[in-house]
């Protein structure tokens, strides 16, 4: 399929000897001047450059106490060495999270540390240079920002927030990543990632109500713009518009449409994702989800529930509080944001959905926890309700459940190996390749128990499954939504 | 009194000055630098209680170490907590009369000295045998582990083998303490530790050692899980006004 060896998948988990460079090759297409004049950045190289990337680290390091800490208090125990699924997925030791860290601190104390300034050798400390930004943008384009390094740190040390600080400070000297920075783009310009036009958006929802009706025989409503609706919901823009994604859409529609609750999508704020995280960008951060500010208070709506999505729920659960609230204008009873998996939950507790778990007997189902979501995010009240909720809505529309291995689920979960804004055709290599932890423990269930259907609640999650399943000779169409099961298992007609 | 006395009053007042305000600066600066966004690594407590638990329990059984890597765990920890007992210890060399729980702890406080070294040589192995950690040590990782086993096994060779001259040595301490040098015995032994330990002193504050008041103010780790709950700004995210609410 590729000029790369897909690895190999063992018994147990074994962790690779290191073999330095053997992915010094990787690297994602760059982003053309216009696109990043487009979001703020400069589109050439400026002369001094190296003085400005050092000046900006400087800047920075001032504002995050998490950069500042992180920068400092590194030990080189070790104990993160292991961790990451892109180290264990290609032996690449500049993909152990510490090293990739030291790709960022090794400036960090050259320009900002005495002892850096006076024996740099000694500390492993390095001037600003090409070959340092080149390695900056191979890899730091190779860390999916999952956190999973952060667990398992005595400091908390969270790799993500390096690279999220590298690849500003690389777009703050022009030197963007095409996908991600297109992306942001297209949701300025047209207002989705998929760059999907509302009448295009409207067309699908009136195809989506037709196909609903088809099946089942019920006026499932797909609503968009409408103004007086309870819930908004925002949802990413792949579920509009492919399998398994759309599956989804359609779990939320039959919920809102049982439970009797009026909701309403909105084309001015038609995306959940919110890219801008991944390139640490906190300006367009801030532009991104501020549509989503306008959007609820456009429409007049009591609540917001978001839908499938990984590391927009990180973004609306963990930041939208800060970015766009206060939420003083929406219903004080119900937590903003509530996740769709919180939302069904809910419902379910109350008796309010008539879920039958055998029309998914066909299916033994596992699930995948998305990084952001089990590492960045909460669901309900509890500590934990991340990994609580979405088993328990699993549990009620399938009779066949079994987990993957401890070590794999949960706040230890790997990730799928396309998030961080890594999920294009250009990284494929390191996607194929970072996905192997977590195809591993696929693996181990596939075979124990014949689980055929991997749930999970992030469009970037299946996406990226969808393209590499069949790299490790699984079938492309296992992975599926959470809402895809709740879909199914709901019985139309028996409540309303 | 001997240029050695006047050298290593002089040295250890500039230590303990430099070792003082170079921390205090730091935590200042630590302090003083904002965490704009909430990011604390889920599952996360959702009390700022909650927060003192999972705090106390990294610094005290070093909960995400034990999670991570049994052997680094093990060989941190007892090169951690032997060197809190053999600290306590030396805490008769500076106080006249010496504390009672001090008194009770010092056979503790004396074979701790072991015990640390075997955490160290533990730890420093590592360096050298697994592929991984010997790709990520710098040579300043190598250097702080060899002072630290030297401060131990100089320290440990005046208990056990060449002792020193303990009470002119109490004297010395006691007379820095009140701003009256008196003479320090002059035992090559002892005056190799002291200098070991006066460097420890002075790299403190700006190395990795730094680690010590880091963990306190790491937001992954002392954020509260209540970013719905609470509306919370810093920094950049304090700048923030949006238009448009009730
Ligand atoms: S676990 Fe933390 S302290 Fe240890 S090497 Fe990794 S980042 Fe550094
Ligand atoms: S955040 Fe994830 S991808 Fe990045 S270094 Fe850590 S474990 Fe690896």
Redesign the pocket.
């Known amino acids: 399929m590729a000029n790369f060896e897909t690895p190999a998948l063992r018994e147990y988990p074994v962790i690779p000897l290191v073999h330095a460079g053997t992915m010094a090759h990787s690297k994602p297409f760059v982003a053309k001047p216009d696109l990043q004049k487009a979001l703020g950045f400069p589109g050439e190289l400026p002369e001094n450059w190296e003085k400005q990337a050092v000046k900006k680290l400087g800047e920075l390091v001032d504002e995050s106490r998490a950069l500042r800490v992180f920068l400092d ?9 292991d961790k990451c699924h892109y180290y264990l997925g290609t032996s690449d030791p500049k993909n152990m ?2 090293a990739r ?1 030291d790709l960022l601190r090794s400036v960090y104390r050259r320009y900002y540390t005495l002892s850096g300034r006076l024996f740099p050798k000694l500390v492993g400390a390095r001037d600003m240079t090409k070959e340092v930004l080149d390695e900056w943008y191979s890899y730091f384009h190779q860390c999916s920002q999952c956190r999973r ?1 952060s667990v ?4 908390g ?1 969270d ?1 993500a927030e390096i690279s999220m600080a590298a690849r500003e400070i690389m777009d703050s000297i022009s030197v963007g990543q095409k996908y991600c920075n297109e992306i942001i783009g297209k949701v300025f310009s047209i207002g989705n990632n998929l760059g999907l036009p509302e009448p295009a958006l409207r067309n699908t929802l009136d195809g989506l109500e037709e196909d609903v009706k088809d099946e089942t025989g019920v006026d499932v409503k797909f609503p968009l713009d409408e103004k007086g609706a309870e819930v908004l919901v925002i949802t990413p823009s792949a579920d509009f518009f492919a399998e398994p994604h759309i599956d989804g859409l359609i779990g939320y529609a039959k919920v809102f449409h049982q439970a009797g609750i009026r909701w309403t999508l909105s084309s001015h704020a038609s995306e959940a994702a919110n890219f801008s995280m991944f390139i640490g960008s906190h300006e367009n951060l801030h532009k991104v989800a501020f549509r989503i500010r306008e959007a609820a208070l456009d429409l007049g709506v009591k609540r917001i529930v978001v839908g499938e999505c990984g590391h927009a729920w990180r973004v609306a659960y963990s930041f939208w509080n800060t970015l766009i609230g206060p939420f003083d204008f929406l219903d004080p009873r119900y937590p903003v944001p509530q996740h769709i998996c919180e939302f069904t939950y809910d419902l379910i507790q109350r008796g309010a959905l008539n879920l039958d778990k055998s029309a998914n007997d066909d299916k033994v189902v596992t699930y995948h926890d998305s990084c952001n979501v089990a590492r960045a995010s909460r669901m309900g009240t509890m500590p934990g309700g991340q990994f609580i909720i979405p088993r328990a809505v699993i549990r009620a529309s399938v009779n066949k459940f079994h987990d993957m291995e401890p070590g794999s689920i949960h706040e230890s979960t790997f990730c799928c190996g396309g998030g961080g804004g890594l999920l294009t055709d250009d990284l494929m290599e390191l996607r194929v390749k970072g996905a192997q932890p977590r195809m591993q423990a696929l693996k181990h269930v596939v075979e124990d128990h014949g689980v055929n259907y991997l749930a999970a609640i992030c469009a970037i999650c299946k996406t990226q499954f969808a393209k590499v399943l069949p790299y490790y000779q699984f079938p492309m169409d296992m992975i599926g939504s959470v809402h895809g099961l709740v879909s199914k298992a709901i019985q139309l007609g028996t409540k309303e | 009194m001997s240029t050695v006395t006047i050298i290593y009053a002089v040295l250890f007042y500039v230590a303990t000055v430099v070792l003082v305000g170079g921390l205090a600066y730091k935590v200042y600066v630590f302090a003083c630098t904002p965490a704009p966004l909430k990011i604390p690594t889920t599952p996360a407590p959702v009390t700022r209680l909650g927060v003192v638990g999972r705090m106390l329990r990294e610094v005290t059984v070093f909960e995400s170490l034990f999670k ?1 890597n049994k052997w680094i765990w093990l060989f941190g920890i007892l090169f951690h907590f032997a060197l809190l007992l053999v600290l306590l210890q030396h805490l008769r060399y500076f106080t006249q009369p010496v504390w009672s729980w001090v008194v009770l702890e010092q056979p503790f406080g004396i074979y701790a000295g072991f015990i640390m070294v075997v955490g160290l040589l533990g730890l420093w192995g590592r360096r050298f045998v697994v592929d991984r950690v010997r790709y ?1 040590s710098n040579l300043s990782d190598h250097l702080m582990l060899a002072l630290l086993v030297a401060i131990a096994l100089s320290g440990l060779m005046m208990k056990f083998v060449f002792h020193t001259n303990i009470i002119g040595l109490k004297e010395f301490f006691l007379g820095l303490l009140s701003f009256n040098p008196q003479p320090l015995p002059a035992d090559p032994v002892l005056l190799v530790h002291l200098a070991l330990v006066a460097t420890l002193m002075i790299v403190f504050p700006m190395s990795k050692l730094l ?1 010590a008041p880091g963990v306190f103010f790491s937001p992954t780790r002392n954020q509260v899980d209540n970013p719905r709950e609470q509306r919370h700004v810093a920094g950049w995210s304090a700048s923030i006004h949006n238009p448009g609410g009730r």
Do not use: D, L, N
């Open positions: 208090s590194c030990v080189k125990c070790g104990a993160c060495t999270p510490v860290q390094c398992f740190c005595p400091y040390i790799t | 991570s990520i680690h």
